[in-house]
Protein backbone atom coordinates (compact mmCIF):
# COMPACT_ATOMS: atom_id res chain seq x y z
CA UNK A 1 0.00 0.00 0.00
CA UNK A 2 3.06 2.38 0.83
CA UNK A 3 4.48 1.95 -2.24
CA UNK A 4 1.25 2.15 -4.31
CA UNK A 5 0.67 5.96 -2.39
CA UNK A 6 4.26 6.76 -3.18
CA UNK A 7 3.26 6.30 -6.85
CA UNK A 8 0.70 8.43 -6.84
CA UNK A 9 2.43 11.11 -4.91
CA UNK A 10 4.87 10.92 -7.70
CA UNK A 11 2.54 11.19 -10.16
CA UNK A 12 1.15 14.54 -8.74
CA UNK A 13 4.31 16.27 -8.39
CA UNK A 14 5.43 16.30 -12.24
CA UNK A 15 1.60 18.13 -12.77
CA UNK A 16 1.64 19.94 -10.14
CA UNK A 17 4.82 21.35 -11.40
CA UNK A 18 3.32 21.44 -14.96
CA UNK A 19 0.47 23.17 -13.81
CA UNK A 20 2.94 25.70 -12.19
CA UNK A 21 5.42 26.79 -15.16
CA UNK A 22 2.04 26.75 -17.31
CA UNK A 23 1.39 29.65 -15.05
CA UNK A 24 4.36 31.48 -14.86
CA UNK A 25 4.68 31.57 -18.72
CA UNK A 26 1.24 33.10 -18.69
CA UNK A 27 1.46 35.85 -16.44
CA UNK A 28 5.07 36.56 -18.63
CA UNK A 29 2.68 36.74 -21.19
CA UNK A 30 0.42 38.92 -19.47
CA UNK A 31 3.66 41.00 -18.73
CA UNK A 32 4.85 41.44 -22.37
CA UNK A 33 0.76 41.61 -24.05
CA UNK A 34 0.51 44.74 -21.72
CA UNK A 35 3.38 47.27 -22.84
CA UNK A 36 2.85 45.64 -26.00
CA UNK A 37 -0.84 46.95 -25.91
CA UNK A 38 0.64 50.39 -25.30
CA UNK A 39 3.04 49.74 -28.20
CA UNK A 40 0.43 48.81 -30.95
CA UNK A 41 -1.78 52.07 -29.66
CA UNK A 42 -4.56 53.33 -32.43
CA UNK A 43 -3.74 56.62 -33.07
CA UNK A 44 -7.21 58.65 -32.55
CA UNK A 45 -5.63 61.81 -34.21
CA UNK A 46 -2.81 63.92 -34.34
CA UNK A 47 -1.37 63.49 -30.75
CA UNK A 48 -4.39 61.42 -28.83
CA UNK A 49 -3.81 57.55 -29.02
CA UNK A 50 -5.93 54.85 -27.72
CA UNK A 51 -4.42 52.42 -25.43
CA UNK A 52 -4.72 48.82 -24.83
CA UNK A 53 -2.39 48.10 -22.02
CA UNK A 54 -4.45 48.36 -19.28
CA UNK A 55 -6.64 45.52 -20.28
CA UNK A 56 -3.97 42.82 -19.51
CA UNK A 57 -2.85 44.67 -16.40
CA UNK A 58 -6.66 44.62 -15.07
CA UNK A 59 -6.58 40.66 -16.12
CA UNK A 60 -3.64 40.76 -13.99
CA UNK A 61 -4.66 41.82 -11.29
CA UNK A 62 -7.72 39.41 -10.87
CA UNK A 63 -5.90 36.80 -11.66
CA UNK A 64 -2.50 37.05 -9.77
CA UNK A 65 -3.31 39.51 -7.47
CA UNK A 66 -2.64 43.04 -6.81
CA UNK A 67 1.41 42.55 -6.35
CA UNK A 68 1.93 41.32 -10.10
CA UNK A 69 -1.40 43.26 -11.17
CA UNK A 70 0.62 46.56 -10.36
CA UNK A 71 4.20 45.40 -11.87
CA UNK A 72 1.96 44.98 -14.76
CA UNK A 73 0.51 48.51 -14.69
CA UNK A 74 3.98 49.64 -14.59
CA UNK A 75 5.29 47.31 -17.51
CA UNK A 76 2.31 48.52 -19.40
CA UNK A 77 2.80 52.24 -18.38
CA UNK A 78 6.26 52.58 -19.08
CA UNK A 79 5.71 53.32 -22.74
CA UNK A 80 3.40 56.15 -22.32
CA UNK A 81 6.30 57.72 -20.85
CA UNK A 82 8.03 56.84 -24.64
CA UNK A 83 4.83 57.86 -26.13
CA UNK A 84 3.76 60.84 -24.82
CA UNK A 85 6.69 62.19 -23.02
CA UNK A 86 5.54 62.75 -19.41
CA UNK A 87 5.15 59.75 -16.72
CA UNK A 88 1.20 61.56 -15.63
CA UNK A 89 -0.19 57.95 -17.15
CA UNK A 90 2.03 55.95 -15.81
CA UNK A 91 1.12 57.37 -12.11
CA UNK A 92 -2.42 57.51 -12.87
CA UNK A 93 -2.58 53.75 -14.63
CA UNK A 94 -0.66 52.53 -11.95
CA UNK A 95 -2.84 53.33 -9.23
CA UNK A 96 -5.87 52.54 -11.29
CA UNK A 97 -4.81 48.95 -10.85
CA UNK A 98 -3.73 49.04 -7.11
CA UNK A 99 -7.47 50.78 -6.95
CA UNK A 100 -8.74 48.02 -8.61
CA UNK A 101 -6.53 45.26 -6.84
CA UNK A 102 -7.40 46.80 -3.43
CA UNK A 103 -11.07 46.90 -4.15
CA UNK A 104 -11.62 43.06 -5.28
CA UNK A 105 -9.76 42.20 -1.88
CA UNK A 106 -11.54 44.21 0.53
CA UNK A 107 -15.04 45.54 -1.37
CA UNK A 108 -16.41 44.26 -4.15
CA UNK A 109 -15.27 41.64 -7.17
CA UNK A 110 -16.99 43.88 -10.02
CA UNK A 111 -13.82 45.15 -11.63
CA UNK A 112 -15.80 47.06 -14.10
CA UNK A 113 -17.73 49.14 -11.06
CA UNK A 114 -14.15 49.73 -9.40
CA UNK A 115 -12.42 51.06 -12.32
CA UNK A 116 -15.47 53.46 -12.90
CA UNK A 117 -15.21 54.89 -8.96
CA UNK A 118 -11.80 55.13 -9.24
CA UNK A 119 -11.72 57.49 -12.84
CA UNK A 120 -15.09 59.36 -11.03
CA UNK A 121 -13.32 60.11 -7.91
CA UNK A 122 -9.92 59.88 -8.26
CA UNK A 123 -8.10 59.27 -11.37
CA UNK A 124 -10.72 62.78 -13.12
CA UNK A 125 -8.89 65.59 -10.78
CA UNK A 126 -5.94 63.90 -10.39
CA UNK A 127 -5.41 64.20 -13.94
CA UNK A 128 -6.23 67.50 -13.87
CA UNK A 129 -4.14 68.64 -11.41
CA UNK A 130 -0.95 66.81 -13.12
CA UNK A 131 -1.81 67.76 -16.85
CA UNK A 132 -2.12 71.27 -15.86
CA UNK A 133 0.20 72.00 -13.33
CA UNK A 134 2.90 69.66 -13.44
CA UNK A 135 2.95 68.64 -17.15
CA UNK A 136 2.23 72.35 -18.61
CA UNK A 137 -0.67 71.01 -21.43
CA UNK A 138 -2.68 73.66 -22.38
CA UNK A 139 -6.67 73.27 -20.73
CA UNK A 140 -8.79 72.49 -23.74
CA UNK A 141 -5.94 69.75 -24.72
CA UNK A 142 -6.81 68.88 -20.74
CA UNK A 143 -10.30 68.63 -21.28
CA UNK A 144 -10.30 66.44 -24.44
CA UNK A 145 -7.46 64.07 -22.68
CA UNK A 146 -9.61 64.18 -19.66
CA UNK A 147 -12.52 62.12 -20.90
CA UNK A 148 -10.31 60.01 -23.40
CA UNK A 149 -8.31 58.44 -20.86
CA UNK A 150 -10.75 57.61 -17.96
CA UNK A 151 -13.10 56.23 -21.05
CA UNK A 152 -10.50 54.05 -22.93
CA UNK A 153 -9.41 52.45 -19.60
CA UNK A 154 -13.20 51.94 -18.62
CA UNK A 155 -13.80 50.24 -22.07
CA UNK A 156 -10.30 48.18 -20.87
CA UNK A 157 -11.91 47.16 -17.95
CA UNK A 158 -14.81 46.49 -19.34
CA UNK A 159 -13.32 44.25 -21.97
CA UNK A 160 -11.07 42.35 -19.37
CA UNK A 161 -14.61 41.89 -17.34
CA UNK A 162 -15.97 40.01 -20.42
CA UNK A 163 -13.16 38.12 -20.98
CA UNK A 164 -12.88 36.94 -17.29
CA UNK A 165 -16.44 36.15 -16.90
CA UNK A 166 -17.45 34.60 -20.55
CA UNK A 167 -13.97 32.42 -21.51
CA UNK A 168 -12.21 29.88 -19.13
CA UNK A 169 -9.39 31.81 -19.26
CA UNK A 170 -8.26 30.70 -15.48
CA UNK A 171 -8.75 27.01 -16.47
CA UNK A 172 -6.51 27.79 -19.71
CA UNK A 173 -3.78 29.67 -17.72
CA UNK A 174 -3.87 26.78 -15.03
CA UNK A 175 -4.69 28.85 -12.23
CA UNK A 176 -5.85 26.83 -9.28
CA UNK A 177 -8.18 29.70 -7.80
CA UNK A 178 -10.65 29.89 -10.80
CA UNK A 179 -13.55 31.78 -8.95
CA UNK A 180 -17.35 31.33 -9.70
CA UNK A 181 -18.83 34.99 -11.42
CA UNK A 182 -22.16 36.73 -10.05
CA UNK A 183 -25.39 36.41 -12.29
CA UNK A 184 -26.10 39.94 -11.17
CA UNK A 185 -22.59 40.88 -12.45
CA UNK A 186 -22.53 39.06 -15.44
CA UNK A 187 -25.49 40.79 -16.57
CA UNK A 188 -24.54 44.41 -15.79
CA UNK A 189 -21.14 43.95 -17.97
CA UNK A 190 -23.35 42.20 -20.80
CA UNK A 191 -25.89 45.78 -20.68
CA UNK A 192 -23.20 48.31 -20.19
CA UNK A 193 -20.91 46.75 -23.17
CA UNK A 194 -24.28 46.57 -25.67
CA UNK A 195 -25.00 50.41 -24.24
CA UNK A 196 -21.18 51.31 -24.81
CA UNK A 197 -19.08 49.22 -27.16
CA UNK A 198 -21.45 49.91 -29.98
CA UNK A 199 -21.05 54.07 -28.91
CA UNK A 200 -17.89 53.97 -28.90
CA UNK A 201 -17.33 52.21 -32.00
CA UNK A 202 -19.57 54.73 -34.19
CA UNK A 203 -18.35 57.74 -32.39
CA UNK A 204 -14.64 56.62 -33.01
CA UNK A 205 -15.61 56.27 -36.29
CA UNK A 206 -17.48 59.44 -37.26
CA UNK A 207 -15.10 61.37 -35.53
CA UNK A 208 -12.22 59.79 -38.18
CA UNK A 209 -14.38 60.81 -40.77
CA UNK A 210 -14.37 64.39 -39.19
CA UNK A 211 -10.57 64.47 -39.37
CA UNK A 212 -10.45 63.05 -42.57
CA UNK A 213 -12.49 66.23 -43.86
CA UNK A 214 -11.03 68.59 -42.17
CA UNK A 215 -7.39 67.14 -43.20
CA UNK A 216 -8.33 67.11 -47.09
CA UNK A 217 -9.27 70.33 -47.03
CA UNK A 218 -6.20 71.47 -45.51
CA UNK A 219 -4.11 70.15 -47.61
CA UNK A 220 -6.70 70.88 -50.42
CA UNK A 221 -6.16 74.96 -49.36
CA UNK A 222 -2.41 74.06 -49.28
CA UNK A 223 -2.25 72.83 -53.18
CA UNK A 224 -4.73 75.55 -54.09
CA UNK A 225 -1.63 78.13 -52.66
CA UNK A 226 1.20 76.29 -53.94
CA UNK A 227 -0.80 76.21 -57.68
CA UNK A 228 -1.78 79.81 -57.29
CA UNK A 229 2.05 80.57 -56.85
CA UNK A 230 3.74 78.65 -58.79
CA UNK A 231 1.44 80.04 -61.48
CA UNK A 232 2.98 83.45 -60.63
CA UNK A 233 6.38 82.31 -60.21
CA UNK A 234 5.81 80.94 -63.94
CA UNK A 235 4.13 83.69 -65.34
CA UNK A 236 7.27 86.06 -64.05
CA UNK A 237 9.58 84.09 -65.33
CA UNK A 238 8.39 83.50 -68.67
CA UNK A 239 8.07 87.22 -69.27
CA UNK A 240 11.09 88.27 -67.97
CA UNK A 241 13.27 85.97 -69.89
CA UNK A 242 11.43 86.93 -73.05
CA UNK A 243 12.44 90.62 -72.03
CA UNK A 244 16.37 89.39 -71.42
CA UNK A 245 16.06 87.58 -74.14
CA UNK A 246 15.24 90.81 -76.26
CA UNK A 247 18.08 92.51 -75.05
CA UNK A 248 20.36 89.76 -75.42
CA UNK A 249 20.15 89.59 -79.37
CA UNK A 250 19.83 93.21 -79.45
CA UNK A 251 22.77 95.57 -81.28
CA UNK A 252 26.15 95.12 -78.45
CA UNK A 253 28.08 97.66 -80.98
CA UNK A 254 27.86 100.86 -78.85
CA UNK A 255 28.09 100.60 -75.21
CA UNK A 256 26.20 104.06 -74.47
CA UNK A 257 22.99 102.15 -76.27
CA UNK A 258 23.26 98.91 -74.69
CA UNK A 259 23.74 100.28 -70.94
CA UNK A 260 20.62 102.23 -71.82
CA UNK A 261 18.56 99.11 -73.00
CA UNK A 262 19.86 97.53 -69.21
CA UNK A 263 18.50 100.39 -67.22
CA UNK A 264 15.65 100.53 -69.10
CA UNK A 265 15.35 97.08 -68.45
CA UNK A 266 16.06 97.49 -64.96
CA UNK A 267 13.57 99.37 -64.52
CA UNK A 268 10.70 96.76 -66.29
CA UNK A 269 11.76 94.03 -63.99
CA UNK A 270 12.46 94.78 -60.75
CA UNK A 271 12.42 91.63 -59.51
CA UNK A 272 16.31 91.77 -60.87
CA UNK A 273 18.84 94.55 -58.93
CA UNK A 274 21.70 94.66 -61.49
CA UNK A 275 22.71 93.58 -64.97
CA UNK A 276 25.64 92.38 -66.68
CA UNK A 277 27.15 91.58 -70.13
CA UNK A 278 30.21 89.33 -69.85
CA UNK A 279 32.56 87.19 -72.15
CA UNK A 280 32.66 83.87 -71.74
CA UNK A 281 35.73 84.51 -69.25
CA UNK A 282 33.69 86.53 -66.92
CA UNK A 283 35.32 89.88 -68.05
CA UNK A 284 32.35 92.71 -67.59
CA UNK A 285 31.06 94.51 -71.07
CA UNK A 286 28.63 96.87 -69.65
CA UNK A 287 26.69 96.61 -66.38
CA UNK A 288 24.15 98.95 -64.64
CA UNK A 289 25.98 99.27 -61.57
CA UNK A 290 27.95 102.55 -61.08
CA UNK A 291 30.87 101.44 -60.06
CA UNK A 292 31.69 97.73 -62.24
CA UNK A 293 33.97 95.65 -61.61
CA UNK A 294 36.26 93.56 -64.01
CA UNK A 295 37.02 91.16 -61.67
CA UNK A 296 36.02 87.80 -61.95
CA UNK A 297 34.91 86.50 -58.70
CA UNK A 298 31.32 87.86 -59.05
CA UNK A 299 30.82 85.13 -61.41
CA UNK A 300 32.41 82.01 -59.61
CA UNK A 301 29.88 79.09 -59.69
CA UNK A 302 28.43 80.30 -62.72
CA UNK A 303 28.06 78.14 -65.78
CA UNK A 304 29.34 80.91 -67.83
CA UNK A 305 29.73 78.30 -71.16
CA UNK A 306 25.83 77.68 -70.98
CA UNK A 307 24.03 78.03 -74.40
CA UNK A 308 20.39 77.85 -72.88
CA UNK A 309 18.87 80.28 -70.37
CA UNK A 310 19.60 78.93 -66.68
CA UNK A 311 18.58 79.91 -63.16
CA UNK A 312 21.59 79.73 -60.48
CA UNK A 313 21.90 78.30 -57.35
CA UNK A 314 22.34 80.24 -54.49
CA UNK A 315 26.00 81.76 -54.31
CA UNK A 316 27.14 83.79 -51.49
CA UNK A 317 29.42 85.98 -52.74
CA UNK A 318 30.87 89.16 -50.42
CA UNK A 319 28.92 87.51 -47.50
CA UNK A 320 25.62 88.02 -49.68
CA UNK A 321 23.67 85.58 -51.47
CA UNK A 322 22.93 85.72 -54.83
CA UNK A 323 21.31 83.99 -57.60
CA UNK A 324 21.85 85.21 -61.08
CA UNK A 325 19.35 84.43 -64.14
CA UNK A 326 21.50 84.03 -67.17
CA UNK A 327 20.70 84.66 -71.28
CA UNK A 328 23.40 83.17 -73.72
CA UNK A 329 24.71 85.85 -76.28
CA UNK A 330 25.26 84.27 -79.39
CA UNK A 331 26.79 85.53 -82.71
CA UNK A 332 25.51 83.16 -84.96
CA UNK A 333 25.77 79.88 -83.73
CA UNK A 334 29.22 81.01 -81.72
CA UNK A 335 28.34 82.08 -77.88
CA UNK A 336 30.19 85.18 -77.37
CA UNK A 337 28.88 85.85 -73.78
CA UNK A 338 26.22 86.07 -71.21
CA UNK A 339 23.39 88.24 -70.48
CA UNK A 340 23.60 87.96 -66.38
CA UNK A 341 20.68 89.21 -64.24
CA UNK A 342 21.10 89.13 -60.51
CA UNK A 343 17.80 88.90 -58.86
CA UNK A 344 16.52 91.58 -56.54
CA UNK A 345 14.98 88.66 -53.36
CA UNK A 346 13.31 91.22 -51.35
CA UNK A 347 11.35 92.24 -54.69
CA UNK A 348 10.63 88.91 -55.02
CA UNK A 349 9.36 88.15 -52.14
CA UNK A 350 6.76 91.01 -52.14
CA UNK A 351 5.78 89.93 -55.45
CA UNK A 352 4.80 86.31 -54.18
CA UNK A 353 3.22 87.39 -51.02
CA UNK A 354 0.78 89.88 -52.93
CA UNK A 355 -0.68 87.06 -54.56
CA UNK A 356 -1.36 85.23 -50.86
CA UNK A 357 -4.85 85.29 -49.79
CA UNK A 358 -4.11 83.13 -46.75
CA UNK A 359 -1.97 84.68 -43.81
CA UNK A 360 -1.62 81.74 -42.15
CA UNK A 361 0.01 79.91 -44.87
CA UNK A 362 3.34 80.81 -45.57
CA UNK A 363 5.80 79.82 -48.75
CA UNK A 364 9.42 79.01 -48.42
CA UNK A 365 11.38 78.88 -52.01
CA UNK A 366 13.85 76.97 -51.64
CA UNK A 367 17.06 75.60 -54.41
CA UNK A 368 18.26 72.53 -54.90
CA UNK A 369 20.68 72.32 -51.62
CA UNK A 370 17.11 73.09 -49.53
CA UNK A 371 18.71 76.26 -48.96
CA UNK A 372 16.04 79.18 -48.39
CA UNK A 373 15.73 81.99 -51.82
CA UNK A 374 13.47 83.85 -50.00
CA UNK A 375 10.45 83.00 -47.20
CA UNK A 376 7.39 85.11 -45.77
CA UNK A 377 8.42 83.63 -42.47
CA UNK A 378 10.40 86.31 -40.41
CA UNK A 379 12.82 83.64 -38.77
CA UNK A 380 14.13 82.37 -42.09
CA UNK A 381 16.46 84.67 -44.29
CA UNK A 382 18.15 84.11 -47.98
CA UNK A 383 20.51 81.19 -47.62
CA UNK A 384 19.69 79.31 -44.66
CA UNK A 385 18.73 75.64 -44.29
CA UNK A 386 14.80 74.62 -44.64
CA UNK A 387 14.46 73.78 -40.94
CA UNK A 388 10.71 72.11 -41.29
CA UNK A 389 12.01 69.18 -43.03
CA UNK A 390 14.68 67.81 -40.70
CA UNK A 391 15.22 67.98 -37.18
CA UNK A 392 11.82 66.84 -36.31
CA UNK A 393 9.34 63.81 -36.67
CA UNK A 394 7.91 63.34 -39.90
CA UNK A 395 4.49 62.25 -40.28
CA UNK A 396 3.72 61.50 -44.06
CA UNK A 397 0.49 62.39 -45.46
CA UNK A 398 -0.11 62.41 -49.11
CA UNK A 399 2.80 62.19 -51.50
CA UNK A 400 3.02 65.92 -51.71
CA UNK A 401 2.55 66.86 -47.71
CA UNK A 402 4.03 66.13 -44.96
CA UNK A 403 3.39 66.63 -40.98
CA UNK A 404 6.53 68.04 -39.65
CA UNK A 405 7.13 67.70 -35.57
CA UNK A 406 9.20 69.71 -33.38
CA UNK A 407 11.72 67.55 -31.50
CA UNK A 408 11.67 68.82 -28.59
CA UNK A 409 13.32 67.26 -25.14
CA UNK A 410 10.79 66.60 -21.85
CA UNK A 411 7.84 68.36 -23.72
CA UNK A 412 4.63 66.24 -23.93
CA UNK A 413 3.11 65.53 -27.02
CA UNK A 414 0.22 67.32 -26.92
CA UNK A 415 2.20 70.27 -26.63
CA UNK A 416 5.04 69.32 -29.68
CA UNK A 417 2.18 68.93 -31.76
CA UNK A 418 1.13 72.20 -31.37
CA UNK A 419 3.76 73.47 -32.63
CA UNK A 420 3.86 71.15 -35.63
CA UNK A 421 3.29 72.42 -39.16
CA UNK A 422 1.48 70.63 -42.06
CA UNK A 423 4.09 71.21 -45.27
CA UNK A 424 2.96 71.26 -49.08
CA UNK A 425 6.42 70.37 -50.94
CA UNK A 426 6.51 70.50 -55.22
CA UNK A 427 9.12 71.49 -57.83
CA UNK A 428 8.00 74.92 -59.38
CA UNK A 429 7.09 74.21 -62.97
CA UNK A 430 9.76 72.77 -65.41
CA UNK A 431 12.35 75.61 -65.60
CA UNK A 432 13.42 76.68 -62.89
CA UNK A 433 15.72 74.97 -60.00
CA UNK A 434 13.91 75.44 -57.43
CA UNK A 435 11.28 73.88 -54.65
CA UNK A 436 8.16 75.86 -53.32
CA UNK A 437 7.03 74.81 -50.02
CA UNK A 438 3.83 76.09 -48.38
CA UNK A 439 3.28 75.71 -44.77
CA UNK A 440 0.21 76.51 -42.34
CA UNK A 441 0.46 75.94 -38.29
CA UNK A 442 -1.28 72.68 -37.32
CA UNK A 443 -3.04 74.66 -34.14
CA UNK A 444 -5.84 75.63 -35.25
CA UNK A 445 -6.75 72.46 -36.93
CA UNK A 446 -5.90 70.51 -33.76
CA UNK A 447 -8.20 72.97 -31.82
CA UNK A 448 -11.07 72.14 -34.02
CA UNK A 449 -10.27 68.61 -34.11
CA UNK A 450 -10.17 68.62 -30.01
CA UNK A 451 -13.44 70.40 -30.00
CA UNK A 452 -15.21 67.81 -32.06
CA UNK A 453 -13.40 64.75 -30.14
CA UNK A 454 -14.23 66.63 -27.41
CA UNK A 455 -18.15 67.00 -26.96
CA UNK A 456 -18.00 63.61 -28.23
CA UNK A 457 -15.96 61.80 -25.50
CA UNK A 458 -17.93 63.86 -22.81
CA UNK A 459 -20.96 62.35 -24.26
CA UNK A 460 -19.34 58.63 -23.87
CA UNK A 461 -17.47 59.21 -20.90
CA UNK A 462 -20.84 60.26 -19.51
CA UNK A 463 -22.65 56.61 -20.68
CA UNK A 464 -19.40 55.04 -19.21
CA UNK A 465 -19.85 56.18 -15.95
CA UNK A 466 -23.72 56.51 -15.60
CA UNK A 467 -23.99 53.36 -17.93
CA UNK A 468 -22.85 50.92 -14.77
CA UNK A 469 -24.91 53.03 -12.14
CA UNK A 470 -27.77 52.32 -13.55
CA UNK A 471 -27.30 48.88 -15.20
CA UNK A 472 -26.91 48.01 -11.08
CA UNK A 473 -30.19 48.04 -10.40
CA UNK A 474 -31.68 46.64 -13.61
CA UNK A 475 -29.39 43.62 -12.91
CA UNK A 476 -29.76 43.18 -9.53
CA UNK A 477 -34.29 43.46 -10.15
CA UNK A 478 -33.66 40.76 -12.65
CA UNK A 479 -31.31 38.95 -10.54
CA UNK A 480 -33.77 39.22 -7.00
CA UNK A 481 -36.26 36.21 -7.63
CA UNK A 482 -33.13 33.88 -8.09
CA UNK A 483 -31.81 35.29 -4.81
CA UNK A 484 -34.94 34.91 -3.29
CA UNK A 485 -35.59 31.21 -4.33
CA UNK A 486 -31.64 30.54 -2.59
CA UNK A 487 -32.74 32.11 0.49
CA UNK A 488 -35.96 29.98 0.17
CA UNK A 489 -34.12 26.75 -0.57
CA UNK A 490 -31.96 27.40 2.93
CA UNK A 491 -33.01 24.24 4.95
CA UNK A 492 -35.76 23.78 3.09
CA UNK A 493 -36.64 19.70 4.96
CA UNK A 494 -37.37 21.68 8.40
CA UNK A 495 -39.79 24.49 6.95
CA UNK A 496 -41.41 21.80 4.54
CA UNK A 497 -41.59 19.47 8.06
CA UNK A 498 -42.84 22.44 10.15
CA UNK A 499 -45.41 23.41 7.28
CA UNK A 500 -44.01 26.69 6.95
CA UNK A 501 -45.70 28.69 4.33
CA UNK A 502 -42.81 29.23 1.42
CA UNK A 503 -43.58 32.60 -0.55
CA UNK A 504 -42.61 31.99 -4.04
CA UNK A 505 -41.18 34.99 -5.64
CA UNK A 506 -42.44 36.29 -8.70
CA UNK A 507 -40.58 37.97 -11.90
CA UNK A 508 -41.94 39.56 -15.15
CA UNK A 509 -39.01 37.37 -17.17
CA UNK A 510 -41.34 34.44 -18.10
CA UNK A 511 -38.67 31.81 -17.68
CA UNK A 512 -37.85 33.04 -14.25
CA UNK A 513 -41.45 33.18 -13.38
CA UNK A 514 -41.60 29.62 -15.38
CA UNK A 515 -38.99 28.36 -12.27
CA UNK A 516 -40.79 29.84 -9.69
CA UNK A 517 -44.09 28.38 -10.58
CA UNK A 518 -42.06 24.75 -11.29
CA UNK A 519 -40.81 25.82 -7.49
CA UNK A 520 -44.16 25.78 -5.87
CA UNK A 521 -45.54 22.94 -7.81
CA UNK A 522 -42.48 20.77 -6.62
CA UNK A 523 -42.72 22.52 -2.99
CA UNK A 524 -46.45 20.98 -3.06
CA UNK A 525 -45.71 18.11 -3.75
CA UNK A 526 -42.80 17.55 -1.30
CA UNK A 527 -44.96 19.36 1.22
CA UNK A 528 -47.80 16.83 0.63
CA UNK A 529 -45.33 13.66 0.69
CA UNK A 530 -43.89 15.18 4.03
CA UNK A 531 -47.37 15.33 5.60
CA UNK A 532 -48.06 11.62 4.40
CA UNK A 533 -44.81 10.36 5.69
CA UNK A 534 -45.86 11.80 9.24
CA UNK A 535 -49.15 10.78 9.07
CA UNK A 536 -48.03 7.03 7.93
CA UNK A 537 -45.35 7.67 10.71
CA UNK A 538 -48.09 8.45 13.31
CA UNK A 539 -49.71 5.49 12.25
CA UNK A 540 -47.46 3.39 12.88
CA UNK A 541 -46.71 4.74 16.64
CA UNK A 542 -50.17 4.43 17.40
CA UNK A 543 -50.26 0.42 15.98
CA UNK A 544 -47.38 0.12 18.02
CA UNK A 545 -48.68 1.68 21.19
CA UNK A 546 -51.94 -0.67 20.63
CA UNK A 547 -49.46 -3.82 20.10
CA UNK A 548 -47.51 -2.97 23.25
CA UNK A 549 -50.73 -2.28 25.15
CA UNK A 550 -52.52 -5.89 24.15
CA UNK A 551 -48.81 -7.81 25.40
CA UNK A 552 -49.22 -6.00 28.51
CA UNK A 553 -53.03 -7.02 29.13
CA UNK A 554 -52.55 -10.83 27.96
CA UNK A 555 -49.81 -10.75 30.66
Known amino acids: MRNISGLKNSNQYPTALTKQWKSTIALLGLLVAGYLGNYFSIPLILHIDWLFGSLFALLVVRLYGVGWGTIAAMIAGSYT ?327 LPNVAKAVRWRKSFYVHQNNVGNELPWTLNIETASAPHIVTLDGIYTKSFAILTLIAILAPLLAKPISRNLVKPLLQLTTLTNNLPDKLTEQQSLQIPTSAIAEINTLSDNFQLMGNALQDKFQEIQKANQEIQQAKEAADSAIAATE
Open 81 to 407: VILWKHPAALILFTLEVLFVGWGLRRRSQNLLLLDVTYWALIGFPLLWVMYVFWIKIPPQAVLLISFKNPLNQICNALIASLILTHTPLAKWLGIRKSRTHAFEQTLLNLLVAFVLLPALVLTIWNCQDATAIQENNLVARLEDAHQQIDADLQNWYQQSLEQLREVARGDRSDPEILQQRLKITQQTLPEFRDFYVVDPNGGILNATRNQPTSETSLFQGLKLDAKQPTVSELLVVDDTPRIFQSVPIKQGENLVGQLLAELNLETLKRRLSIGQTASNQLFSLLDKQKQVVVSAREDLNTGQPFDHDGDGEIKTVDRNTYIWVPT
